[in-house]
Every structure is written in structure tokens, then in C-alpha cells.
């Protein structure tokens, strides 16, 4: 059958299928097919059966909904794809140079910083002395010349972290966007599932259960769950009209006469 030839419903589209039923359920006063919920049996009884038959009801949308699957699928598979492309494993030589880079743009500044405190505190120191060494005014010089490349190293570095970071959210941008519109196509093939499922598979559900004399509203215990969705023009063979039962009942009783030849007759009636 069908139903059998239906995939398993995943347990990520369970909650989905359970938001479309209470849905269903919550609007509904505006369908005139399900305006009886309520008087017999109310929409908690409902959902209950509802998810009782979760897999008879799925059934009525298998199509669409191994459409969904595949195509969802197929769009994990190009974001898995894209992002092994997009990483740096095939791109040893620029990724070598981007890090060499950037430990020179923060080493620089911090050696530079360094020589620049070394030079201009022993220059001064020697500028003190009485004589003062020839060699002072060169050390304060240098030190002035490596604290000015101290300033320039850490502007280069901020600018290098600066446009890093732009590249890197350009980047993640660009990955969670993938190409071929397919997360477009995903929403579409998940729409037309929850269609189906709704007038294919809930909705003849319910309309089963509110039609099903059977169910006992008064009950304490949950209402017997419908097995099968209705069919349209269909009439089991154990159906008949009490006409036809008194009619196979008066046919049963008829018998022909019986006639026997005098030969075999009782003792009681020998010919003379």
C-alpha cells in the first residue's frame, strides 16, 4: 500500500508536523467542516488521536514531503562543500604569508618599543656624567628614531586588524549565503509538504474523528483512535439492510414436498 511506501517522518519535522496540527486545531471555528469541535469531541482529545496516527496521517504526503528531504539535504551538502573550499588547507603558501605577516605587525611594535626605552634611558643616563660621553646625543637619537617606529609599527598593525576582520565577515557573509537559490527551493518544497499534509492528511483525519459515532466524548479515558482516513463512495461488504437480511432468512425456510414410492413405505403402511 501507500502507506507502507511512506519514509519515516525525521524528528527534526516532527515539531513541524505537530505546529501544523495545533494550527489546524486553533483556527478551528473558521472551517466550516470542523465546526463540531467542541460539542462531541475538543481539539485536546483531537491532537491526542492526531498524534496517535502520526504515521497514517504523514502517509497521505510522502511525495512531497521525500521531496523536501532530498532537496534539504542536497542544500547541507553544498554548505559542507563550500565551506571545505573556502578553507585555507588548499592555499598553504598564502596562508603562511598572511601569518608571517602578522607576527611581524605585532612583533615589530614591541621591539621597536623596546630598543627605543633601552637607548633613550641610557642616553640620558650618560647625559648626566659629568664629562658627558661623546656617544649620549646618538643613543637619545637612536632612541628617538625607534620610538618613532614603535608609533608608526602599531598604526600599521591596527590597520591590518582592521581590514582582517573586514575580510573575515565578507567571508562568513558570503558562506551562509549559498549559491543556485536553493534555500529558496527548500522553503518551496517545505511549503507544498505542509499543504498536503494539511488537506491531505489532517483534515480528512479530523473530519473522520468528528464523524465517528463510536468516540464517546463522556469518557475518561482517551477516545478510540481512527485507523483510516474516509473514503469517498466506499461501502465495506458488511453493510446490509435489515430488508436483505429477513429476505435471506425467508428463503432458508422453503421446502419441496416429499414424495415417496409405495415400495418404500413404513412397516406400518405394507400393501396388502
Do not use: C
Request: proline share 8%; net charge negative.
Amino acid at each position: 500500500m501507500h502507506m507502507n511506501s511512506a519514509p519515516h517522518l525525521l524528528n527534526e519535522d516532527r515539531v513541524e508536523y505537530q505546529r501544523v496540527l495545533d494550527e489546524t486545531l486553533r483556527n478551528a471555528h473558521e472551517r466550516p467542516d470542523l465546526a463540531t469541535v467542541g460539542l462531541r469531541l475538543n481539539a485536546e482529545q483531537l491532537r491526542t488521536m492526531a498524534l496517535n496516527a502520526t504515521a497514517l496521517i504523514t502517509a497521505s504526503a510522502a511525495a512531497e514531503y521525500e521531496h523536501y528531504v532530498k532537496v534539504r539535504r542536497e542544500m547541507r551538502t553544498l554548505t559542507t562543500a563550500t565551506s571545505v573550499r573556502a578553507s585555507p588547507v588548499g592555499d598553504s603558501s598564502e596562508g603562511g604569508g598572511a601569518g608571517f605577516a602578522a607576527v611581524i605587525a605585532v612583533l615589530a611594535p614591541v621591539l621597536a618599543g623596546t630598543a627605543a626605552a633601552i637607548f633613550l634611558l641610557v642616553g640620558y643616563i650618560l647625559k648626566m656624567l659629568n664629562p658627558t660621553p661623546s656617544f649620549a646625543e646618538a643613543l637619545l637619537t637612536a632612541g628617538w628614531f625607534f620610538g618613532a617606529l614603535t608609533a608608526a609599527a602599531i598604526l600599521v598593525a591596527a590597520v591590518g586588524l582592521l581590514l582582517t576582520a573586514l575580510h573575515n565577515g565578507a567571508a562568513q557573509v558570503a558562506e551562509e549565503a549559498p549559491a543556485g537559490g536553493l534555500p529558496d527551493e527548500v522553503s518551496r518544497a517545505k511549503d507544498a509538504w505542509r499543504h498536503a499534509l494539511l488537506e491531505r492528511g489532517i483534515l480528512p483525519f479530523l473530519r473522520a474523528a468528528l464523524a465517528d459515532p463510536s468516540a464517546d466524548p463522556a469518557s475518561t479515558g482517551p477516545p478510540r483512535p481512527v485507523n483510516h482516513l474516509p473514503k469517498v463512495g466506499y461501502s465495506g461488504p458488511e453493510f446490509s439492510s435489515p430488508a436483505d437480511g429477513a429476505a435471506s432468512g425467508r428463503r432458508t425456510t422453503f421446502t419441496s414436498p416429499d414424495f415417496t414410492s409405495p415400495d418404500f413405505g413404513s412397516p406400518e403402511h405394507q400393501p396388502d
